[in-house]
Structures are given as C-alpha cells and as structure tokens.
C-alpha cells in the first residue's frame, strides 16, 4: 500500500446504553503512525446504518447534551415504521441523516487539526449493537 494513502479499524465497545465515545486519542495516535509530519485528511467512518460521527465539545456535558437533543428530535417510542430490535429502533436507522457516518478532517504536519475544544466523536443510539466498527483512513 502506498505512504500516500493508510487505513486502520478501530473496534468500539458501546456497551448497552446510548453513547458518544471520544475517538479524538485514536485518531492522534493513528496519525503518529500514518502520517508522520505530512499534510494531508483524516477521514473517520462508522459502516453502520445506526451511528454516526461528530465533530462536537465533551466532558462539559454536551456530549449528554447531544444525546437528549436526539431524544427530542427522535423519540424512541413506536411512531417509526421500522420495526425490530428495541422499542424506538426505527429512530436510529433515521440518526445517520442528522449526524452522518463519516467525517474528513484536515491534518496538517501529522497533526489533527482541530479548534481548541473540538473532538472526534462516534455517536450510538442503538442499544442492541454494542459493539462498532470505526475505520481511519489518512489520504496525503
């Protein structure tokens, strides 16, 4: 595989409970590896049709913030039309139009270019998968 292009799988544990897990740390270190001192883009990935990625402050509570804004966007309760899984399922194949699966952020000199209090973030409402797959890829 060429220097210019890199890519790795990060397995998430989400555990049974609705979660935004920081991946700000993972991305960092796979960057220390891929990228080096390069410029280039981290794009970040979650192949589910249930969770989602988002560029969002944590540890002030907006992470929990995030989530009760979900809860009254899309109520786990029984108005969606797919049905299966938890009560309220349907509401999260619905979740990737509000926070997409995917994020391409810029990396300059091997660094994650972030603002002061941005991370990176996979966000999972759905209860019965505990755990996602998250792949980085680095393009230079």
């Known amino acids: 595989m060429s220097d210019a292009f890199t890519t790795r799988v990060l397995t998430v544990s989400t555990g049974s409970q609705e979660r935004v897990v920081d991946l700000t740390r993972d991305c960092e270190a796979f960057l220390r590896e891929a990228a080096a001192d390069r410029d280039g883009l981290l794009n970040v990935f979650v192949p589910h049709a249930t969770a989602g990625i988002a560029v969002i402050e944590t540890g002030a509570g907006s ?56 991370s990176v973030c996979l966000v999972d409402t759905n209860v019965d998968n505990a755990e996602r797959r998250v792949r980085l890829s680095f393009l230079s």
């Open 63 to 118: 992470d929990d913030d995030l989530l009760a804004a979900l809860h009254t966007l899309l109520p786990a309760d029984d108005r969606w039309q797919h049905r299966h899984g938890s009560p309220g399922h349907g509401r999260d194949h619905v979740l990737p139009a509000f926070i997409p699966p995917h994020a391409t952020l810029p990396v300059i000199g091997g660094r994650l270019e972030l603002g002061t209090w941005q």
